[in-house]
């Protein structure tokens, strides 16, 4: 099996720009302000892309992505609490109907299947 390559830096800029531009639309409402959530935030490794939302200034997973060469076609693993782990095997989720292999696909999954 052949290694996947990690997340270039102009990839990882790219998702930034995403991922603010989500924030903005999406996170800065009054109820959003009051329950302390500023939105997602991202965090690299290797050919990972872990998504966390950011609660009264702590991070929470929400899902990891992983690298396959495009920005439309990422793999998906939603963090499941109650085992505490990734798991790209679990499609009954509210929110699975967003997933589609985009960056935005996977945080719009996210907002359903753990609310706001």
């Known amino acids: 099996m052949v290694a996947k390559p990690p997340i270039p830096p102009e990839v990882q800029a790219e998702v930034q720009k995403l991922i603010d531009e989500f924030n903005r639309e999406n996170f800065?409402?009054?109820e959003c302000k009051e329950l302390g959530i500023t939105g997602y935030s991202a965090r690299f490794k290797g050919k990972y892309l872990y998504l966390d939302r950011d609660?009264?200034?702590e991070p929470?997973?929400?899902?990891?992505?992983?690298?396959?060469?495009?920005?439309?076609?990422?793999?998906f693993a939603?963090?499941?609490?109650?085992?505490?782990?990734?798991?790209?095997?679990?499609?009954?989720?509210?929110?699975?109907q967003y997933?589609?292999?985009t960056v935005t696909?996977?945080?719009?999954?996210?907002?359903?299947?753990?609310?706001?």
Do not use: H, Q
């Open 28 to 30: 800065n409402d009054e």
């Open 55 to 57: 609660d009264m200034g």
């Open 99 to 101: 997933v589609d292999g």
């Open 78 to 96: 939603i963090y499941k609490y109650s085992d505490n782990r990734y798991d790209p095997e679990e499609w009954f989720f509210p929110g699975d």
């Open 60 to 75: 929470s997973p929400i899902c990891r992505l992983t690298w396959n060469g495009k920005m439309d076609n990422w793999d």
């Open 105 to 116: 696909g996977a945080m719009k999954a996210g907002m359903e299947a753990y609310g706001i």
